[in-house]
């Protein structure tokens, strides 16, 4: 079969040919129908030697979709032919965080070598890839998997977040959103369907500040060194009771810093490699500083759950398996509004 794998650290994704792997016991082989792409993936691949530790070669691809196509012995719960969503962040499936869904925080899978497919596992940029445990697996129940693949992430990943800062967005709070891309966009939806909250997109790039107003943004600022006094201006000096920071730089966990409210929230969820001191004469008075991973898998179900109800909808650019490294260089270079999906 054909995949698209990590080769050499530091270098971009090649297409190869590869064995088609055979279900072993427990586990269930999907035909993979959509899979999408992160900036996560970049991460990884623009790692140093030394800090690099997924294994190679390696298959990318932890946002996944498929059909199931054959099962493992031992496999129940699935049969041959279901369409189903992959849950990426296993766990050992034991431990009382995985009792409760929340394998993303599970404290054993790192050193019992469990990893997320495309983040240590093979994973979907291929024709099939093994899923280690039917737990893992969601219904579509007749979603669209190219449409809402990148969920499994891109949209788990916000709702996770924005979930843990309810109680701070009452009506009349605001909710700043840093970062419109993949995950940013999705977040502006989900805050729309579920929270009362004012919500300020924030950007460098003007197509995704438009993005951002197309899907619900109340308004829009541009991501400059005069971006937090318009913010503060906007919240009558207040500033934001949660902000999300999609990003994860320098820049914008500053920006974070200066505009959220006392006792409000900051949720650094992108990948930027920045960090956020809090304490005294740090962060305003009572706020938090969180760096949320992923969702459980309950609040997987509610993310589908939203997009069946039309509240949250990915803005994708389809690629074909063949296209998948000119998919990669576009999100490495800003190049893609919303999210890229490859379809093999």
């Known amino acids: 079969m054909k995949a698209l794998q990590c080769l050499e650290i530091g270098a971009p994704p090649e297409l190869v040919e590869i064995e088609t792997p055979e279900p072993g016991p ?47 012995p031992g496999a129940t719960g699935v049969a041959v032919g279901d369409a189903v969503a992959v849950y990426g962040p296993w766990g050992c499936g034991r431990c009382h965080a995985c009792a409760q869904g929340r394998e993303d925080y599970c404290p054993n899978a790192a050193a019992q070598g469990i990893a997320p497919p495309g983040l240590g596992a093979p994973g979907a940029m291929a024709e099939y890839m093994i899923v280690d445990d039917p737990r893992h697996l969601v219904s579509l129940d007749g979603l669209d998997p190219v449409e809402c693949v990148s969920l499994t992430d891109a949209g788990l990943t916000p709702y996770h977040a924005i979930r843990s800062s309810l109680s701070k967005l009452w009506p009349g709070s605001t909710a700043v959103v840093i ?20 919500i300020i997109a924030v950007d460098v790039d003007d197509d995704k500040l438009a993005l951002a107003t197309e899907v619900g943004a109340h308004r829009t600022v541009r991501s400059d060194s005069d971006a937090g006094a318009r913010i503060r201006e906007s919240t009558a000096g207040i500033g934001a009771e949660a902000v999300f920071d999609f990003v994860g730089a320098a820049a914008t966990v500053q920006l974070a810093r200066e505009v959220v409210a006392i006792d409000g929230d900051v949720q650094i969820v992108g990948i930027g490699g920045a960090t956020l001191p809090t304490g005294f004469f740090s962060t ?26 039309g509240s949250v909808r990915v803005h994708v650019e389809r690629f074909g398996l063949d296209d998948a490294p000119e998919a990669y260089r576009r999100l490495h270079d800003g190049g893609i509004r919303g999210r890229a999906v490859v379809v093999p």
Not at 56 to 66: D, K, N, Q, S, V
Not at 292 to 299: F, K, L, N, T, V
């Open 26 to 72: 427990g586990e269930v082989r999907l035909r993979v129908t959509a899979a999408g792409l992160c900036h996560s993936d970049w991460f990884l691949m623009g790692l140093p030697a030394d800090q690099y530790v997924y294994g190679l070669p390696l298959t990318l691809g932890h946002e996944a979709a498929g059909v199931v196509d054959a099962l493992g």
């Open 179 to 198: 970062g419109v891309g993949g995950l940013g966009h999705v977040a502006v939806q989900i805050l729309r369907a579920i929270t009362p909250a004012a």
């Open 284 to 309: 305003p008075f009572g706020a938090s500083v969180r760096a949320p991973y992923w969702g459980s898998r309950a609040e997987l179900l509610e993310v589908l759950d939203l997009a069946r109800s």
